[in-house]
């Protein structure tokens, strides 16, 4: 699971976790899916009732420092059916840095987004951050698929030959920024697997309009009511590939 986490204070993860992306990676078939999940989708989070799914970490982490990310997790299993193994979070400042580590980021666009035209970007540390933060309009969804494009696309560039000069740095900028309980040792295993796929064979998903149902809150908070006859069979697919 990857969280990447709003506006904290400094040197904190007490933020929301406005990005939020399920992985499934299957070394023996081999497969790597990733599913993003809408920041807004009403859902039940465990200790607190119904809530954006974003709050959960935010509500865990301002209690208790470090708490945040197993409380997305336990929200992602009791609403989803599947519980993460690992996570990964960021807050978005670190984005920029990494990005920054790496020399910039080269995207390829096949239609106009998050403010740039179809075609081909190099994009800085600060223009990659915002490239994943624009809205188009009021709608999250198109943020969603901004931020799949940037993931792919720092895989992408990292395997370029080119660019492996920049591997330390970008190793110790990701270590400054990123907090994981993943082991170090399923590194090289994961970068094999998507090496051995293709990053453009990477089985990319989105709980889009399709799934979702806007909502007004007795409150006023706008908010995405899930359609799970239309979500569940997506996670079945995501994460239940045969072997």
Request: no cysteine; aromatic share 10%; glycine share 8%.
């Amino acid at each position: 699971m990857f969280l990447g986490i709003d506006y904290a204070p400094h040197k904190s993860f007490v933020g929301r976790s406005d990005t939020i992306v399920l992985l499934h990676f299957n070394t023996l078939r081999p497969y790597v899916g990733i599913i993003s999940i809408p920041r807004d989708l009403w859902v039940t989070i465990p200790g607190y009732g119904e809530n954006r799914i974003n709050t959960a970490h935010f509500f865990a982490e301002s209690q208790q420092a470090g708490s945040g990310p197993f409380a997305a997790i336990q929200t992602i299993e009791a609403n989803f059916g599947v519980k993460p193994d690992y996570y990964v979070r960021i807050r978005f400042d670190g984005v920029k840095e990494i990005v920054n580590a790496m020399g910039g980021v080269t995207i390829k666009l096949d239609k106009p987004i998050g403010g740039y035209q179809a075609g081909v970007h190099h994009l800085s540390g600060e223009k990659a951050l915002g490239f994943t933060r624009r809205r188009q309009g009021a709608d999250d969804f198109f943020r969603m698929e901004q931020g799949q494009i940037l993931i792919k696309s720092i895989l992408l560039d990292l395997l370029k030959p080119t660019k492996w000069v920049k591997i330390p740095a970008v190793l110790m900028t990701t270590t400054r920024a990123v907090e994981t309980n993943l082991p170090l040792w399923q590194l090289p295993r994961l970068g094999i697997l998507i090496l051995r796929i293709g990053i453009e064979n990477i089985d990319s998903r989105i709980i889009d309009r399709t799934m979702t149902t806007p909502y007004t809150t007795d409150q006023g908070a706008s908010v995405l009511l899930p359609q799970w006859e239309q979500i569940y069979p997506l996670i079945e697919e995501i994460f239940h590939q045969p072997y």
